[in-house]
């Protein structure tokens, strides 16, 4: 369990940090309704694309009938239907934060 004094965004990151979790499972974890967690991940993106030491990932929601990949969409939310089969069954994106090794400066080895 992680501890309480940390902001939700904090908790997020700690949660997606080396592994994938939808909005879904993140409002489960947390106690927060979804849509808030999808307003938090929009400045968890923020938040680590400063540090370059990590990196966000986005695993695209899918269309479980078509299997039609939402690889265009620049929101973090679920969409609603397939544009191609107007399906409703909507695997939902997973979020995650992927720890890289820093940038080395070649001019300063």
């Known amino acids: 369990m992680l501890p309480?004094?940390?902001t939700p965004r904090q908790r997020i990151?700690?949660?997606?940090?080396?592994?994938?979790?939808?909005?879904y499972q993140l409002a489960q974890m947390l106690g927060i309704p979804e849509r808030q967690v999808e307003e938090h991940l929009t400045h968890v993106v923020k938040t680590i694309a400063r540090n370059k030491t990590r990196?966000?990932?986005?695993?695209?929601a899918r269309c479980q009938d078509c299997d039609f990949?939402?690889?265009d969409r620049s929101r973090l939310t679920s969409p609603s239907r397939c544009p191609h089969c107007r399906s409703e069954a909507i695997a939902a994106p997973?979020?995650?934060i992927d720890l890289s090794a820093p940038q080395r400066n070649p001019h300063y080895s």
């Open 4 to 6: 309480p004094e940390r």
């Open 13 to 23: 990151i700690d949660l997606i940090t080396s592994t994938r979790l939808s909005s």
């Open 55 to 60: 990196q966000f990932i986005l695993d695209q």
């Open 69 to 71: 990949v939402f690889r």
């Open 94 to 96: 997973r979020y995650g």
